[in-house]
């Protein structure tokens, strides 16, 4: 999305200049209480990215946390018996509803017209919370003011770059050990439908060195019994070749961390799984959430100018796998998979560089401490 096409998407908000620098906010700021709006538009993303956050402002800064969704069924299988954060189903008028101090509309949501009004008695703290880019415009918009008098929303931009919000990251959140290189090749596979996908897995089949697949629940699992034309429920194995499968459950969203950790290359998708496989400082191949007109393929690149600056000669390689990948040119898995030491190398300095701008809770608690 460029500039123009920003503010065409905001347009009805009138964007003024940029508001003065806050006073440096207090972190332990008393209790606040946060009003979290996410309307599930399909997938797992948008559940996945507004649990992250509700999880982290209660559980690392102590915030009273109401996430009120449209669809509660993805969070009971993302955390399953969590207690730590208020989910409420979003249904009715909500009138009665008090709102609170600071309220987050995920993904520009547009929130229920009744709570809205009430917000006009005791203006909140009202951010937008932007889906992920790369977008060079973003840092440029981040933080920006949107007048709606009597209330004023701010535009809250995750990103990779200072000036962003930066990106969810829980304070506790440990690397894992890197996997030794003995023994199979260790991918987990989380994509949408994806045209190369049999070819990948052909080629994977006939490859010199052993690969283990851990293929997540959804599609990718429907693909791959599709290619193997065999059932292929949860917990099954199927090996063809070099080249073993392992059908996975949907796991929790802590569990899906772990196994990014245990393996030696991820295919993610979307934007959360996409994040936490660069915390977890392993090669990884992204799939962008499909849009019109290919317009992912600008987040794309957007994201490959910042990833592989500092990739040295593999750089041309990885771009072309990712961009085959999306949907954009043939896949080369052995030049790629020449590349994943040096990748591996790269993944360890690259989540210490988007690390050194604050992680978005952090940074969305003093953006809000310091207008409360
Ligand atoms: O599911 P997604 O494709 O979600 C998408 C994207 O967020 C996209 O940006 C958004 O526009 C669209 O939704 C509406 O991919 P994503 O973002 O990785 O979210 C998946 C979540 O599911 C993530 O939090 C990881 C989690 N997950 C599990 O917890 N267990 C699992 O077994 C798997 C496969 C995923």
Same mark, same amino acid.
Not at 154 to 160: A, D, Q, T
Not at 292 to 307: M, R
């Given at each position: 999305?460029?500039?123009?096409?920003?503010?065409? *998407?905001?347009?009805?908000?009138?964007?003024?200049? +940029?508001?003065?620098?806050?006073?440096?906010?207090?972190?332990?700021? @008393?209790?606040?209480?946060?009003?979290?709006?996410?309307?599930?538009?399909?997938?797992?993303?948008?559940?996945?990215?507004c649990w992250r956050l509700a999880r982290q402002l209660a559980a690392e800064h102590g915030w009273a946390v109401r996430l009120w969704i449209d669809d509660p069924a993805p969070i009971a299988l993302l955390a399953p018996g969590q207690t730590v954060v208020e989910v409420r189903p979003?249904?009715?008028?909500?009138?009665?509803?008090?709102?609170?101090?600071?309220?987050?509309?995920?993904?520009?949501?547009?929130? @229920? @017209?009744?709570?809205? !009004?009430?917000?006009?008695?005791?203006?909140?703290?009202?951010?937008n919370l932007e889906y992920l880019s790369a977008e060079d415009w973003v840092a440029g918009c981040h933080g920006l003011p949107s007048p709606q008098p009597p209330l004023e929303k701010?535009?809250?931009?995750?990103?990779?770059v200072a000036g962003t919000g930066g990106l969810l990251h829980e304070r506790d959140y440990a690397v894992p050990p890197a996997p030794t290189f003995h023994g199979p090749l260790e991918i987990s596979l989380f994509c949408y439908a994806n045209p190369q996908l049999p070819a990948l897995l052909a080629t994977w089949r006939d490859n010199w060195q052993p690969i283990s697949c851990h293929v997540a629940d959804g599609l990718p699992r429907r693909q791959v019994a599709d290619w193997l034309g065999a059932p292929f429920p949860a917990g099954a194995t199927a090996t063809r070749g070099s080249?073993?499968?392992?059908?996975? @459950?949907f796991?929790?969203?802590? !569990?899906? =961390?772990? #196994?990014?950790?245990?393996?030696?290359?991820?295919?993610?998708?979307g934007e959360d799984s996409f994040v936490r496989a660069q915390?977890?400082?392993?090669?990884? +191949?992204?799939?962008?959430?499909?849009?019109?007109?290919?317009?992912?393929? #600008?987040?794309?690149?957007?994201?490959?100018?910042?990833?592989t600056e500092k990739l040295g000669t593999g750089r041309t390689? +990885?771009? =072309?796998?990712?961009?085959?990948?999306?949907?954009?040119?043939?896949?080369d898995w052995p030049k790629f998979a020449a590349l994943l030491?040096?990748?591996? *190398?790269?993944?360890?300095?690259?989540?210490?560089?988007?690390?050194?701008?604050?992680?978005?809770?952090?940074? #969305?608690?003093?953006?809000? +401490?310091?207008?409360?």
């Open positions: 999305m460029t500039n123009s096409s920003f503010h065409r *998407k905001y347009g009805e908000d009138t964007i003024s200049a +940029v508001p003065p620098a806050p006073t440096s906010p207090s972190l332990t700021s @008393p209790l606040v209480s946060c009003d979290i709006f996410c309307a599930v538009i399909d997938n797992l993303g948008d559940a996945g990215v979003w249904i009715g008028d909500f009138s009665g509803v008090d709102p609170v101090s600071v309220v987050i509309e995920a993904f520009a949501c547009d929130l @229920p @017209p009744c709570y809205l !009004e009430a917000m006009k008695a005791r203006p909140p703290v009202w951010l701010f535009f809250f931009f995750p990103g990779f080249l073993t499968l392992r059908a996975l @459950p796991l929790s969203q802590t !569990e899906y =961390d772990g #196994l990014l950790g245990r393996c030696h290359l991820n295919f993610v998708r915390w977890a400082e392993r090669p990884f +191949v992204w799939q962008a959430y499909p849009q019109e007109a290919d317009a992912h393929l #600008l987040k794309l690149d957007a994201f490959l100018n910042l990833y390689a +990885v771009r =072309d796998f990712f961009h085959a990948w999306n949907g954009d040119g043939p896949l030491p040096s990748q591996a *190398k790269h993944a360890l300095g690259w989540s210490r560089q988007i690390a050194a701008y604050g992680d978005l809770a952090t940074n #969305l608690v003093k953006f809000s +401490v310091a207008r409360l």
